[in-house]
């Protein structure tokens, strides 16, 4: 794979989202959680989403005026965000900025957005936080589709639901980014354009039966994706992937009922400060003693190490800051797309990088 600096990476695609109409700060920030996300390895939810974002942009499917969106602040702690569809990385961390400031002062921020649309990688909003000692959460669902049957059914109802946490620690801090599903509608997406088939059988057809073809989650009827867990135990992912639909759309005041039909998302962002509650430094203390305790553990395989969540994200953070980012060839296949949709084609940074 060919690689690419990160610097040049948000530079294109922030004048691609500028060139496509969005507010300057909405497109440095969009441009942002999206290299962050192929920083971190997350290349589905990562620069590949641009020329989706774009052509929302230009069909005002989405929005990159700020201006846009409304804020309103029930207490100290709480606020909700109608986004009104502006591009989701600068809505969430508008929010996560709002409850982060309330964290500092009162212990907790919570701020739950409706209308927003897509919001890229979960991971990629944490790092910062967590190095600031805090705990950032956040969880996320699309009311305008459903891919995941509830435990039991063979209709699909809601998204994968996906919930991100990051913890701080002063030797292993954790980025953690798990789906209330076996997997993402972008692995179903990416495996069935590769022509090949899943890992594990994480599709049910329509049927009721378990599939590693992803052909069987585009038929009709449509088939689904399985619940964390799958057919033994997915009626622990299907219970928390209501709690999700619970914790954004519902909190927010919009969602399915509601029949949207855009790409988009209801989110919810939480901050936890925990200077506020048994301190910083025994907060940090214990989160390291079990993760040495996790690193320890006597190996099930001795040639396959514990692994942290988010510890290889974050080393290939490193290297790639260092070396460029290795995009596959898919999604440099959509951001060359991208770029040649645009007045950039001929331009010195498109040249630069190859584009």
């Known amino acids: 794979m060919t690689t690419y600096a990160a610097t040049q990476l ?5 004048a691609l989202f500028e060139e496509a109409g969005a507010h300057r700060e909405v497109a440095d920030t969009t441009a942002d959680v999206l290299v962050e996300g192929d920083l971190l390895g997350h290349h589905t939810h990562g620069i590949k989403l641009a ?14 005026n700020p201006d846009t969106l409304e804020m309103t602040e029930s207490s100290p702690v709480a606020a909700v965000i109608d986004g009104h569809y502006v591009l989701g990385p600068y809505l969430v961390r508008r929010a996560l900025e709002h409850a982060r400031q309330a964290a500092e002062g009162f212990g907790i921020g919570i701020v739950t957005l409706k ?8 991971a990629a909003y944490l790092r910062p ?3 600031r000692d805090l705990v ?15 435990y039991g059914g063979v209709t699909p109802v809601y998204t994968p639901n996906p919930l991100a946490i990051g ?35 994480a599709i049910l057809t329509h049927r009721g039966t378990a599939s590693d073809d992803p052909e069987d989650f585009f038929t009709t009827p449509p088939g689904s994706i399985l619940p964390l867990g799958g057919q033994a135990f997915g009626h622990k992912g299907f219970a928390l992937g209501l709690m999700i639909e ?5 909190l927010g005041g919009f969602g399915r009922k509601d029949a949207p039909t855009q790409w988009g998302a209801s989110t919810t962002v939480m901050v936890i400060d925990p200077a506020r509650f048994g301190g ?27 692994r942290l969540p988010g510890q290889s994200g974050l080393a290939k953070r490193q290297w790639y800051l260092r070396e460029g980012i290795p995009l596959p060839d898919d999604v440099v296949d959509a951001l060359r797309q991208a770029v040649a949709d645009s007045t950039l084609a001929d331009g010195t940074l498109s040249r630069a990088l190859g584009l």
């Open 129 to 131: 936080l967590v190095e």
């Open 167 to 201: 913890i701080p620690g002063r030797d292993n801090p954790m980025l953690i980014d798990v789906s209330m599903s076996s997997i993402t509608n972008g692995t179903v997406n990416k495996t069935r354009a590769a022509g090949g088939k899943l890992m594990h059988p």
């Open 280 to 306: 910083t430094d025994a907060f940090v203390e214990e989160t390291d003693f079990l993760a040495q305790r996790c690193l320890e553990s006597e190996r099930a395989d001795p040639d396959v190490a514990v």
């Open 246 to 250: 619970a914790l954004t759309s519902a």
């Open 136 to 150: 950032p959460i956040v969880l996320s669902s699309d009311p305008s589709v459903a891919s995941v049957a509830p």
């Open 115 to 122: 209308r927003s649309h897509h919001i890229a990688c979960l």
């Open 10 to 14: 948000h530079e294109l695609l922030t």
């Open 51 to 64: 020329n989706g974002y774009l052509k929302d942009l230009k069909t005002g499917k989405a929005s990159g």
